[in-house]
């Protein structure tokens, strides 16, 4: 079993920035990929990006390719979330997941409990 708890969340104007940090504890965390989602109101749940095992490879959404950065810390099971550029349209639950393939993002299958992140114009 693994459990996910995001922190970071809150409130941030455009064009500012936000960290987001997840812990992951469970059985064996360090062989699971790592990855961020977010659902806004009225829409789908939303890959971000995801990050191997080791770190050496991550994936990312086009929407947020070049403004948000994820990395992981194997020493202490964290993974985080740096957003830059935030814009209005990035105002969502942010949610942490843990899978076995960084690069199928539909294979995710551990959930963190949901962190709001609201961007004001």
């Known amino acids: 079993q693994v459990q996910l708890v995001e922190s970071g969340g809150g409130l941030v104007q455009a064009g500012g920035s936000l960290n987001l940090s997840c812990a992951a504890s469970?059985?064996?965390?360090?062989?699971?990929?790592l990855a961020w989602f977010r659902r806004a109101p009225g829409q789908e749940r939303q890959f971000i990006g995801s990050?191997?095992?080791?770190?050496?490879?991550?994936y990312y959404a086009d929407s947020v390719k070049g403004r948000f950065t994820i990395s992981r810390d194997n020493a202490v099971n964290t993974v985080h979330l740096q957003m830059r550029s935030l814009k209005p349209e990035d105002t969502a639950v942010y949610y942490c997941?843990?899978?076995?393939?960084?690069?199928?993002?539909?294979?995710?299958?551990?959930w963190g409990q949901g962190i709001q992140v609201t961007v004001s114009a």
């Open positions: 997941a843990a899978g076995p393939n960084a690069r199928a993002s539909r294979t995710f299958n551990f």
């Open positions: 990050i191997s095992r080791g770190g050496g490879s991550t």
């Open positions: 469970g059985h064996l965390i360090h062989t699971y990929a």
